[in-house]
């Protein structure tokens, strides 16, 4: 994961823990598609968080319809009114989420990878060197993928998701005192 802005972010930056995804209410877990134990924690999350839908989706050249237009769309900044769950199985990509000082935030995804993105979180995705990559996507009911693309600040899940940042701000700020 890395920081700053712009597009000439690839693979190099400063690395950033975990805490600081938490911060902003993104989930992720390091799973292997090749193990057992990794089906089960799976089956777990799913259950928990309450993911009944399932697919998959496969991005590389010549498999995908509309490749192209497609990645345009996944790099352009948007939000969603549910969660963005998604399970690398192969290949890789970046996830840009914005911070709490709405900076670039990367997050690299390889196989094994597992992701949420909490509602209302502007985001981009772009594929990384391998050119590929075979998706999970999870949902909690049925799936409604429409982006909401920035500026989105009317959207009342955008408003929630604000609204418990700046509350877990000020909580942040009070346990500091
Ligand atoms: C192809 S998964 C990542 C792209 C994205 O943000 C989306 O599908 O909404
Ligand atoms: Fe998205």
């Known amino acids: 994961m890395v920081g700053e802005d712009g597009e000439d972010l690839k693979n190099h930056g400063e690395l950033l823990p975990l805490s600081k995804l938490q911060e902003i209410g993104v989930l992720y877990w390091h799973l292997d598609p090749k193990k057992p134990e ?3 924690e799976l089956a777990k999350i799913r259950k928990d968080r309450g993911y009944n839908y399932m697919d998959y989706l496969d991005i590389r050249p010549g498999k995908l ?3 192209e237009e497609k990645l345009k769309n ?5 939000m969603h009114a549910d969660e963005e ?3 690398c199985l192969e290949g890789g990509g970046y996830f840009d ?3 709490k000082d ?5 997050i690299w995804i390889k196989e094994g990878g597992m992701i949420v993105l909490p509602a209302g979180i502007y ?5 990384d060197a391998a050119n590929h990559v075979k998706l999970m996507r999870l949902f909690l009911g049925e799936p409604v993928w429409t982006a909401h693309n920035r500026p989105q600040e009317d959207h009342p899940v955008r408003q929630e998701y604000v609204k418990r940042l700046m509350d877990d701000n000020a ?3 009070l346990a500091a005192h």
């Open 38 to 40: 990794s089906e089960e």
């Open 65 to 67: 319809a509309n490749f």
């Open 74 to 78: 996944f790099f352009t900044e948007h």
């Open 85 to 87: 769950i998604r399970y």
């Open 97 to 99: 989420v914005r911070d």
């Open 102 to 106: 709405d900076k670039w935030v990367r």
């Open 123 to 127: 985001h981009r995705f772009t594929l």
């Open 171 to 173: 909580g942040l700020a």
